[in-house]
């Protein structure tokens, strides 16, 4: 598994490679090894991290984290995407700024974030774990809510401390991601049951 020193270095090249042609997203993630899983879960999940509805994208972004939750939870030792998001070419100003955003959350979370509770995060229990969470977060964004508010973030939280919690060997990060994954389930839930309620009273209106 890949250290976050490892990991910043490895940013850092990639940005250095991208000066002279772009580089692909399937070309970054072959030099990665184990840590393709960790690595595209928190660069992926970047853009979803924010409260306004990007609506298809998420779609596809969930369908995209729900694929390689499936391949991890199968034992895959690095993650297979599709051809067409393999060859997405970053610029380096796009890797220079995907490189700050990462450096700043991972920096941010290694203030309290130690190894812990290890058996979660490594071995093979603990690929069943990060993939069923790759897997749920992804089947959960993938829920077309259109405008609802936050029906990207809550999963994409879930994948990122994931994400966290496998770089840096922290177990703990997977309980925050079970409660992220579970607060989704909740709120998706009570905006059924709220969708159910105002549809039975504007029924019942109609009707009278």
Known sequence: MCDYDTLVKTLHRFADQSKERPLTLGEALDSLDEAAYAFIAIILVLPFVQPVPLGPITVLGGLAFATLGWQL????????????????????????????VCLKIL??????????????????????????????????????????????????LAILF?????????????FIAFFWLAFTVLYFGAFFVALWFFGQEALAYFKW
């Open 107 to 156: 920096g941010f979370c290694r203030k309290f974030t130690r190894p812990r509770h290890t058996g979660l995060v490594t071995g093979r229990k603990g690929q069943k774990i990060g993939g069923f969470i790759l897997l749920s977060g992804g089947v959960l964004m993938a829920i077309p809510f259109g405008v609802l508010p936050f029906n990207n973030v809550l999963p994409a």
């Open 162 to 174: 994931y994400g966290i919690g496998e770089l840096e060997e922290d177990g703990l990060m997977v």
């Open 73 to 100: 939870m199968r034992g895959h030792e690095s993650p297979m995407l599709p051809q067409k998001m393999q060859s997405i070419e970053f610029s380096e100003k796009s890797w220079r700024i995907l490189v700050n």
